[in-house]
Structure formats: C-alpha cells, structure tokens
C-alpha cells in the first residue's frame, strides 16, 4: 500500500513539474536551477559518505519540487499554499527508513585489555556501574556498541578474576546495573 501512495504522489509532483516548466518555464528555471544546485550541496553535505548519488538526487528533489510549486500554483492558484502539504504529506508518511550502517566495532587491542587488568576490584565494579550509566544514556547505534564491547570485556575480566563470584553475581539477578564488588570480594 505504501508503494502505490508514494508512486501515486510522486507521479503527480511530475505532473505539477511538467506543468510548471511547460507553462512557466522562463520565470520558473533559474529558481529551479538554484534549488537543484543548493539541494545537490545539502544533500552531498548530509550523507554520511559524501556521495555524489545522494547529492544529485537532493538536487534533482529540489529543482523538481520548484517546477512541481509553479505548476500546482497554475492549477490552484492561492490554494497552493493547501494542497502542496497534501502532496508532500504522503510522501513524508510513507517514507523508507533506510537502516543506518553500524560501524564495525574496533579491534580490541590488547592494551584495553590489560587496563582494564590494572585496576582494583573496586575501580572495577566502579567502571561497571559508570559503563551502565552511560549504556542509558546512549542513543546512537555506534555509541551502544562501543559500550556494549567495554562491558563484554568487562564482564571478561569480572569472571576471570572471580569466577565463582561472577556466577553468583550473574545468578543474583542484579548484574545489568547491579554493583559487582561485593562479589569480587571488594
């Protein structure tokens, strides 16, 4: 259903733009020309990899989208300013969210590792509990999973120090955010 919304309002701003540029086209170009170039900049600006695709179709968005205003403003006249959010709101409604690529999480080196060996076990149990106060506050996929490998070495390092207290730990219940140290024995 969504498919045939966004193809139904995407044929009709081509409409409004062969409309706009058959009968408006000398006030309508150099308009269309600046939108097309200021969406291309935006767009290549916006995409995470600096593509040339994605800045060409922001430009081609814009520029279309100023011949689709002129030729609805030739239909409707001051009613424009209705019916261009009628157009455009299906279109906003069923847009593809595209999943964001999460970066691979980087290879640990062995000197995270042996920091993390370097502390007490309070300053351990301490780091857990920062680490989970972080892991709430965290909303974007990359930040999660940085945090998600400091507390997996975490946990690593907790069960090899005391592996019969990691288990009791673990089994209590309160691990996710729970204080670690009294079953590390500090």
Do not use: K
């Amino acid at each position: 259903m969504a498919t045939i919304v966004r193809v139904g309002a995407w044929t009709l701003v081509g409409i409004f733009a062969a409309l706009g540029l058959i009968a408006a086209a000398p006030a309508v170009i150099l308009p269309a020309l600046v939108a097309a170039g200021v969406g291309a900049v935006m767009g290549w600006a916006l995409s995470r990899e600096r593509s040339a695709r994605v800045g060409l179709g922001f430009g081609a968005a814009c520029g279309t989208g100023v011949l689709a205003i002129a030729g609805l403003g030739l239909l409707a006249g001051p009613a424009t300013f209705v019916a261009a959010p009628a157009v455009v709101a299906p279109l906003l409604w069923t847009r593809r969210r595209r999943p964001r690529r999460i970066a691979e999480p980087p290879v640990v080196e062995e000197e995270e590792r042996s920091s993390l060996a370097m502390l007490s076990n309070a300053q351990l149990a301490h780091e857990w509990h920062v680490s989970y106060r972080a892991l709430t506050m965290a909303r974007d996929p990359g930040s999660l999973e940085l945090i998600y490998g400091l507390r997996r070495r975490q946990l690593d390092e907790i069960e090899r120090r005391a592996p019969g207290g990691f288990h009791r730990w673990i089994s209590s219940g309160s691990w996710v955010r729970g204080d670690s140290a009294p079953f590390l024995g500090g």
